[in-house]
């Protein structure tokens, strides 16, 4: 991986004041180019301590137009990151369309660090590599042009560019005891990232490698790696074709037609098991505050399934500070301008939490298949992204449960009717909804799809039979703590 | 205050069995209203400990439809938190418009306590209840309904309210070390909240006071409180009148007509005088970021000015983690939806760094006040509250320096006419430009009047001579470096 970058490239003096200027017409044309884009930029630089990452951002800064773009780097994590997932930390600062943003430190840099210190097992940092493929597959297929440059040096010359570096008085603050550290392990380092860059370097986000010994070579080599990437990307915006809807049938004989809907719970009953259920509940969330758990419950189903006035019930038991419930509306115009899940990571709760939301991020595989808002390529490739995202929320201790609430279309529209002729039920009727229910079949297929391809052992499915409102409620409430018990054991 | 808090107020639970059906209809009605509005609510709940406050958010989250509703409650301040001023914390959860927040501690709470236990003199208690009061006379104006609730129990009735619940195994956890602590301190506590109240009750957030001893009393009574207080503001919502262009005319003798646009410096000068500086400025950043305290920089100016040339030879210096520069452009949609401020309030860099707005909060002043996108009352009030802003930050320790680079018509025009024969500046130059300089006049005189009220000693205006661009740059990287090295002493 590494030893085209240790040939001994070179630029001289005179050759780098002939380039410098050209590159940077070049690349001030470009960021023009982005400012009227459909895509933004993440520029992620890696590589060897003492190769000079800093000192090329610097430049690459000034060659740019530095507003708009915004440097990153992490050091300890904070104690709000710390409460969230891994990932957490860089969906919060992903540009926006038309911006960029260039990472000092990145994904990359927990994982490579933990393997050469043998705090993860070869099979732990690929699983890690793994999620970051994933991640990075996302965004680029979201329209984020990532750019991934390694900053290489050989062993030799790291140990010479520390000891320049500390023979000058003023410089020397730069060098630290964790650079000699680190490079007392270089040969392990070398490994660990070869193995990483190897792995990660993919069609989608290949990495280049820049040899970066010679300070002139580095920057026209990373300067026009930069530009080739944005001219090339600038070049190739097809317009993305807008989705059409999706109108599969169901299957005869699927998850859904075979509940049966007839089920029900009488008055007395359940009143009996709501009151038991609640204090349970209650109780279940402080122990799950106290705990440092967090709980994501999402609640999918047909227009008056029954979602509020479920949602109520389990609210009803809880202390207000610790829940809070989300209805997704549509997105506003700085979510869409990020990768569609960017939304809900934002929104992310500190731990100790129950989040519950009132449709959630499975609206791309239902309403915005059904109605073609999102193309067929995206809403297919949803399903690993949710699984991916569902999964980082489960290995962070967070407990995920997902409800679809099934009803017939008979009683669909015998609620539909009733809310026509209940003065203060009309408000929550819409010709949307009549709209949708035309659509039953396109729904109850996508359904479907969503539950076998989402369903895992870390947030699976619950399905429930939604005719009756009261049995509705209580397998609910019955499933949620449960849940909680086995988890808070 | 209080008395009328203690005079025994009851409900019978039949009264209350057929009020409160009756409240929460209208209370849902009132919400669904508040969803087809212009405004958001903030709902603020305090009181005494033992109160309710809790026990009342979950009934009010019952009784409305919790969707779109966040409850927030503020413990020990995260380290994100401390790294900001006391009020980013409230500004971060700030509702968009249609939206409610409640919160179950608030800016109240710190300085209340702090005063009880003598953390705070007097003098600096209503120093910061004044920052609250300018705080809330903002959010009023911009179009927040800010609801504040007092829940109020007697000093016999708290200890009665502690003693029940300690009796009951299962409400024992309610009572904590720390609520007996408070209790001891109640006289001390009913003084120090009386004065609060009292001063902070204002006309456009005045302060309601409940009498919490019997719960269906005080539910019934609260939510009655905020029921009106959405009624009257539904009813209220007067259209906002659109601004008009302000074309006020500059005072003949003014402080930027008094400046000396010949002022120049040739370029040997030039040359020696900037690689001093920077170099200066190097260090001065990297001693700022190990002392945790932060630079804020806003240039503003007319039109081709050399704001960005300035930029440049600042950031040439500095390390890229370290510095950011913000370019304001058009609000986005969910910063319209909140008060002017929040944009960049939400922005607060984290200590240790160096932020340069390329056009600031200013704007308010400035563009929107000459071309009427803010109306009168919006860029007259702004003054101060940009004043509070920009306190806020010094009092945290960040050393504000705002520069006004002057140039005059005449040399405008050269470099607009030079920009538009060079084709690489082409698009620097654009018809808005244009208009812009047709309200040269306007323009000046709101520059004039927005150094007058906001040149403050903790934010100081510095005015730079910019029709020779050595010259400014040089002016820029002298003041900066001169207060960098004043500060850091």
Redesign the interface.
């Known amino acids: 991986m590494f030893e085209t970058a240790e040939v001994g490239n070179k630029t001289e003096k005179a050759e780098y004041k002939r380039q410098e200027p050209k590159l940077r017409?070049a690349l001030?044309?470009a960021q023009?180019g982005l400012a009227g884009s459909d895509f933004s930029v993440v520029l992620l630089i890696g590589g060897v301590e003492g190769a000079g990452k800093?000192e090329f951002?610097?430049q690459?800064?000034?060659w740019l137009?530095?507003?708009?773009?915004?440097?990153h780097?992490w050091g300890e994590p904070?104690?709000?990151e710390r409460e969230r997932p891994f990932f957490w930390k860089f969906w919060r600062v992903l540009p926006a369309k038309r911006k960029a943003a260039?990472l000092?430190t990145s994904w990359y840099s927990e994982p490579i660090i933990d393997r050469v210190f043998k705090a993860a097992s070869p099979a732990q940092f690929d699983q890690r590599l793994d999620q970051v493929i994933g991640f990075e597959s996302m965004l680029a297929k979201e329209g984020v042009l990532l750019i991934k440059l390694w900053f290489h040096l050989s062993k030799a010359e790291q140990k010479r560019r520390f000891s320049e570096l500390e023979k000058d008085p003023d410089t020397r603050?730069r060098v630290t005891k964790q650079d000699w550290k680190f490079h007392r392990r270089y040969d392990r380092f070398r490994k660990v990232c070869g193995h990483a860059l190897m792995k990660t370097s993919t069609g989608e986000a290949p990495w280049y490698v820049v040899e970066a010994a010679d300070r002139r070579y580095r920057n026209l080599t990373a300067g026009r790696l930069i530009l080739d990437a944005l001219q090339r990307k600038l070049k190739d915006q097809t317009a993305r074709s807008p989705g059409s809807p999706d109108r599969s049938r169901p299957k005869p004989n699927n998850v859904i037609r075979r509940l049966d809907l007839r089920r029900s719970l009488d008055a007395a009953k359940f009143e009996r098991r709501l009151e038991k259920l609640q204090g349970r509940l209650g109780a279940l969330t402080?122990k799950l505050h106290k705990a440092g758990r967090s709980l994501t419950l999402v609640l999918e189903g047909p227009d008056a399934a029954g979602k509020?006035g479920a949602?109520?019930r389990l609210?009803?038991a809880?202390?207000?500070?610790l829940?809070?419930?989300?209805?997704v509306a549509a997105p506003?115009?700085?979510e869409k301008a990020r990768p569609y899940l960017w939304r809900f990571w934002r929104d992310l709760p500190r731990v100790g939490r129950v989040t519950i939301y009132?449709r959630s991020w499975y609206g791309r595989v239902l309403v915005e298949r059904v109605e073609g808002f999102a193309g067929q390529e995206q809403w297919q490739r949803a399903y690993s992204e949710i699984n991916s995202f569902e999964s980082q929320l489960a290995e962070f201790g967070t407990i995920v449960l997902k409800f679809w609430i099934a009803i017939s279309a008979a009683e669909q529209l015998r609620r539909f009717q009733d809310r026509q002729k209940t003065p203060?039920k009309q408000?929550k009727i819409t010709d949307e909804d009549w709209r949708n229910r035309a659509q039953w079949g396109a729904y109850e297929a996508a359904a479907c799809e969503m539950v076998e391809r989402t369903s895992t052992e870390y947030a699976p499915w619950i399905l429930v039979e939604g005719n009756d409102k009261r049995w509705a409620r209580i397998q609910l409430l019955q499933s949620v703590t449960d849940a909680l018990e086995r988890s808070l054991r």
Do not use: H, K
């Open positions: 017409t001030l044309e023009r800093t951002a610097n690459l800064l000034e137009d530095a507003r708009g773009i915004a440097v780097a904070t104690d709000e260039f000092m603050w402080r509020g949602i109520r609210t009803g809880m202390d207000a500070r829940y809070r419930v989300n209805s506003t115009d700085e009132d203060y408000y």
